[in-house]
């Protein structure tokens, strides 16, 4: 049996990291803290590494997707002004009807028009409304790198098997929130790395079973997944199993990692834990 695992967004700034696994800054000798932590995450992730070293060789491929941000975007507070003037606190949402109504406005004026249409193409999408979320996956930073005994075991597995761990950004392009691996949530004509990946779809397809973790089920994952599920090429949706001890939500969305994962078993997938494989 041909097996790829997919690690969504395994990423530092995702991570309850305890305090020993904290650097500190240079600059300013303070602990460098995870921007938007998972509870659940740090273990699902050490879960996800020893799954790597028991397996080993038995597994043909492996996936990393990294959530990649600028630090002003359209999901950072950054990018926003309120109606006083101060840029919203993360875990605001925002709406096209509040913009009309001058509650919220991007701080280059001249960009409204432009973030009225995306917004309003979002909402009329029906899956998210925008979230102003921490400045998180910051291309260059701590945060945007992999969980330490995660990145430990993926080396460890391509210096054995002589084979890189293939990875696959998302999120470069701060005018469309990315949540899902596969598409943006907006798709941006002029940029095609917002529109469908038919290339990593197909390449997943290739596998007889596609394992599935990483962070958060509430978001990242369940976006990528629900994607995978609509778009691959077999239709084989048995061969994609989620990996349920290696995969938490954000705090507060608990009830959508639930929601999600009964619809997708629905719909064929496999859950599993992964010292069930």
């Not at 101060?86 to 109504?101: E, G, L, Y």
């Not at 529109?195 to 990242?220: K, M, P, Q, Y």
Request: aromatic share 6%; with cysteine; proline share 6%.
């Amino acid at each position: 049996m041909l097996t790829h695992l997919l690690l969504i967004d395994p990423q530092n700034d995702f991570c309850d990291l305890p305090a020993d696994w904290l650097p500190r800054s240079p600059v300013s000798g303070e602990p460098i803290r995870p921007a938007l932590p998972v509870t659940g995450a740090h273990a699902d992730l050490q879960r996800a590494a020893g799954l790597v070293q028991r397996l080993g060789g038995r597994i043909e491929a492996i996936t990393v997707t990294l959530d990649s941000h600028h630090r002003i975007d359209i999901a950072h507070p950054g990018f926003w002004l309120d109606a006083a003037g101060q840029p919203p606190a993360p875990f605001t949402p925002i709406t096209a009807a509040q913009v009309r109504a001058g509650h919220y406005a991007p701080r280059d004026a001249a960009y409204l028009a432009r973030t009225l249409a995306y917004l309003d193409a979002l909402e009329a999408a029906g899956r998210y409304t925008l979230m102003v979320w921490p400045v998180h996956c910051q291309m260059g930073s701590w945060g945007h790198g992999v969980h330490a005994g995660l990145q430990a075991a993926l080396d460890a597995w391509a210096d054995a098997q002589g084979r890189s761990v293939a990875v696959v950004t998302k999120g470069e392009n701060p005018w469309t929130e990315h949540y899902s691996a596969l598409q943006a949530e907006v798709p941006d004509a002029s940029d095609e790395r917002t529109e469908l990946n038919g290339t990593l779809l197909v390449e997943l397809d290739r596998f007889d079973r596609v394992l599935i973790a990483g962070e958060a089920g509430s978001h990242c994952v369940r976006a990528t997944v629900e994607h995978l599920a609509a778009h691959l090429p077999s239709r084989q949706l048995g061969k994609l199993v989620l990996l349920t001890d290696c995969i938490s939500p954000v705090r507060g969305f608990e009830g959508q990692q639930a929601e999600f994962l009964a619809s997708m078993q629905a719909r064929g997938l496999r859950l599993a834990t992964s010292t069930e494989i």
